[in-house]
């Protein structure tokens, strides 16, 4: 009965829809391998991310050099928004969905909220072919790097999914995230999907570093292996950073 009540939808036709309301990248992937029991009758994911309005707002100067913050609660906002209306979409033609909000570990108290940790935006984001786990531990997408917010919608909808997902990390011999974290906490080892979700950081070493940086500044925020990527550049570039980095570096 359920059946003869869906009506077509293909992902070119979501994917349209999410660019024009905002979306910078949408992909679809098959996700049904290792999907949660509670999740498994929506083995469909639509990954969306938005990319970060680079500013040098986000740049933060201490006496130890800048941090960066990619925190953007606009973005989230905005990608919530965007989960609303595939969501709608999907609903009117008769398929099930599951919004995983950009910010699932936040304190929620609703029913559906049990279900976000069962499922990660980087095993969306990978089996879609947007981005791959980078050495810093960081969803990192081809072109803007792991400058990107991400959110995810489960569904039922035969969509076409992604035939050349993301299996292994692509940084290669790049190390900059590595020499630039000033905990040591990346490991030079790239990310494989039959280890699963594993990062290859060390959280510890990280979270000392933002407790140190939250003394310092009165905040909890580093990012210095994001400004370190090479493949975030192009953003950088437009919000002056670059420039700013070289005018710093010529005056000292
Ligand atoms: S946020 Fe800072 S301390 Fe944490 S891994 Fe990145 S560079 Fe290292
Ligand atoms: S800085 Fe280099 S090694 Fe680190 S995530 Fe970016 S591409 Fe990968």
Sequence with gaps: MERALQLTLCAQEV???????GA???????????????LRHM???ISLAIRHP?????????TRGPVYSNRYEQVDLLLEQLQKRVVNLLRSRGYRSLAI???SHRQDTRFVARLYPL???KVAATCAGLGWIGKN?????????????WATVLTNAPLEVCTTPYVSGQCGRCRRCVESCPAGAIADREWRREEGLVPHIDADACRRQLEKNQQLMGEDICGLCILACPRGRAGLQEAG????????????
Aim: aromatic share 10%; proline share 6%; net charge positive.
């Design 15 to 21: 994917k349209q829809y999410l660019l024009s309301l």
């Design 24 to 38: 910078t990248l949408v992909g679809f992937g098959d996700v049904s391998q290792g999907l949660a029991g509670e």
């Design 43 to 45: 083995p469909v994911a």
């Design 54 to 62: 680079m500013s040098l707002a986000n740049l933060i100067h201490t």
């Design 101 to 103: 909000p950009p910010d």
């Design 119 to 121: 499922f990660s935006h």
């Design 137 to 149: 531990g960081l969803l990192v997408n081809a072109t803007y790097g792991p400058c990107l917010s």
């Design 241 to 252: 950073y670059l420039r700013w980095l070289k005018g710093r570096q010529s005056r000292q």
